[in-house]
């Protein structure tokens, strides 16, 4: 299912990107994002971007929420959150622009999750995290015909957690998947984006 998922992205990508012609194009000021995998890890992220300065600058911000319930009794494990990722951009051209344009950029990160499991006697068992990062970015924005965008960056941040005595345990709970997404350790991490959106 997810492969197909994949594919059908990668090939409505390729039908926008490669239609384009080789006139140089002008977008509008907003920018209204969101990242289509973003369910597959039962995540809503989306993020504006607004223009000014002759387009070479853009400010922006991400806001993921995250929902996450399943098993039941002791094998419960439900988890939310969320993460607030303000941006400041600095894209390479002017007024008009190519089918593709980079750019480099700076980010703050907040994040807050709670985590949920049961004991034997079916007690709440909650775990706390709230961390705060910083880092960079580069990256490239297509900018299509009918003001469809895509965007993708990757960069090296840092984050740091607090976490309280519950939330690592109740992780251990979540199963295989959690394993890979739950953890929540302090360090340097690189980043990675890609969205797909509209310009308005």
Known sequence: MYKLFFLLIFISLNMLIFSQD????????????INPLGGIASAIPITIERFFIKNLFSLGGNYTYILNKTGSGQSTYNADGFIIMPQLRHYFYKDTIHRVTLFFGGYYLYEEFYNLTLDRYSNKIIGQVIGKGYGGMFGAQ????????FDFFVG???????????????????????????????GTKIKLGFSIGYSF
């Open 22 to 33: 080789d006139n140089k194009l002008c977008h509008k000021k907003n920018v209204i994002k």
């Open 142 to 149: 297509w900018f299509l015909k009918n003001n469809f965008v």
């Open 156 to 186: 090296p941040g840092y984050i740091e957690y607090i976490k309280n005595e519950h939330y690592d345990n109740n992780v251990a709970k979540g199963g295989f998947l959690v394993s890979f997404t739950g953890p929540k350790n302090t």
